[in-house]
């Protein structure tokens, strides 16, 4: 069955840079994009991009242009979001989600990223 | 950008009642609405896509409706299992975006 296997809680510093993966499995990797979701604390689903996990084509959400930047790697199905410079509103829980045409069929069990000095 | 206004913010209902959530754009996005159930410290699950397709395995008793700029998520009988917080979410353009969240609680 499909899954989307996320890496464990950080715990940064502001100004920091944190790296989240997301490992598919049970589909064919490059037939879908993957999207990237955050939820802060008692609030609602934020997006903040899409990746083609065909030819690596990005879309980010304006608020977050020039910290995030999204990959992958196709030799292991895995996808990546870095998000640099970070500050204490980017605390939150962030999911990756399988991508069919803008909506999210699967997603990840979430990341907590927790941003404290 | 397309602003999406989803109400209410919160509904308190009995297991039994029929509950409808709206969700209204800013602009018109033909059919490319979906709907995500969200229980407590679980991600979000798909129920609906193209206004009104149900996911595989969701039960009959939710429903969508609507195109353009105005859409509902109806739950007909409201189980145990159904108090949650639901979210609208445009895949018409980029960047995408979701509603504020319906927080569905027991009465």
């Known amino acids: 069955q499909v899954q989307l296997v996320q890496s464990g809680a950080e715990v940064k510093k502001p100004g920091a840079s944190v790296k989240v993966s997301c490992k598919a499995s049970?589909?064919?990797?490059?037939?879908?994009?993957i999207s990237w979701v955050r939820q802060a604390p008692g609030q609602g689903l934020e997006w903040m991009g899409w990746i083609s996990a065909y030819n690596g084509n990005t879309n980010y959400a304006q608020k977050l242009q020039g910290r995030v930047t999204m990959t992958t790697d196709t030799s292991t199905s895995t996808a990546y979001m870095e998000l640099r410079s970070l500050r204490s509103d980017d605390t939150a829980v962030y999911y990756c989600?399988?991508?069919?045409?803008?909506?999210?069929?699967?997603w990840g069990q979430g990341t907590l990223v927790t941003v404290s000095s | 950008v397309i602003w999406m206004t989803q109400s209410p913010s919160l509904l308190s209902a009995s297991t039994g009642d029929r509950v409808i959530i709206s969700c209204r754009m800013s602009q018109g996005i033909s059919s490319y609405l979906a709907w995500y159930q969200q229980k407590p410290g679980k991600a979000p699950e798909l129920l609906i896509y193209?206004?009104?397709t149900l996911q595989s395995g969701v039960p009959s008793r939710f429903s969508g409706s609507g195109s353009g700029t105005d859409f509902t998520l109806t739950i007909s009988c409201l189980q145990s299992e159904d108090f949650a917080t639901y979210y609208c979410?445009?895949?018409?353009?980029?960047?995408?975006?979701f509603g504020q969240g319906t927080k569905v609680e027991i009465k």
């Open positions: 989600a399988r991508d069919f045409s803008g909506y999210y069929f699967s």
């Open positions: 049970g589909y064919t990797f490059t037939s879908y994009g």
């Open positions: 193209a206004a009104s």
């Open positions: 979410q445009q895949y018409y353009s980029f960047p995408r975006t």
